[in-house]
């Protein structure tokens, strides 16, 4: 406390909202937010706080979406239990070439089938998204495949390897509208 004597804290000038800076603008986000914690306040994004009609139906959850993870590798297997934990999204599915990580990946997803190319995953008409975990050199392939397969994607970072193969899922993606396409960061 004593390093703190004699320093006074920042104000921003409201005279001027052009000299609102970078500095202003995390001093006054980390306060307001720990001012709403030490209340107890619950901070939350409603229809009605973001002004919009609230016309959705009350405590309805959103239809399951079942979900195929294609690379059981150290990532893929902690994506299964970041996904274990969603209710809605039953992983189905599991791929990997590798046949110890692909038994691993199963002992993640208990329920589901496994299949060693992500090919044969992509055929099994329960899976409707699918979370890509694989080697990025591989993403290009495995994108294309499944968009092509009529299925969602969750893509892991980096996207891609290379800029050509950024520019082919960019143009698989933009060929599928119907379709969700997901990079993770």
């Keep these: 406390m004593a390093a ?3 320093h006074a804290p920042r104000i921003m000038n409201t005279d001027d909202p052009s000299q609102f800076n970078r500095g202003d603008f995390l001093n006054s986000s980390a306060s307001g937010l720990a001012i709403a914690m030490a209340g ?3 901070l939350e994004l409603t229809p009605q706080a973001l002004g919009q009609a609230d016309d959705a139906p009350k405590n309805e959850s959103p239809p399951p979406v079942s979900i195929g993870v294609i690379g059981c590798g150290v990532w893929g297997r902690g994506l299964l239990k970041t996904l274990a934990t969603i209710p809605n999204s039953p992983v189905v599915a599991v791929s990997d070439t590798y046949p110890a990580y ?9 329920k589901a089938k496994g299949y060693p190319s992500h090919t044969e995953l992509l055929a099994d008409e329960n899976v409707q998204a699918v979370v890509i975990a694989t080697p990025t050199h591989q993403h290009r392939e495995v994108v294309q495949a499944v968009l092509e397969a009529g299925k969602h994607v969750y893509c892991e970072t980096p996207m891609a390897h ?24």
């Excluded at 692909?102 to 208990?110: D, H, V």
């Excluded at 143009?171 to 997901?182: G, H, I, S």
């Design 162 to 185: 290379t800029i050509d193969d950024a520019r082919a899922i960019a143009k698989a993606v933009e060929a599928a509208p119907k379709l969700n396409f997901q990079v993770g960061l």
């Design 40 to 42: 107890g306040a619950v």
């Design 4 to 6: 703190l004597v004699g």
């Design 102 to 110: 692909l038994r691993r990946g199963l002992r993640g997803a208990p």
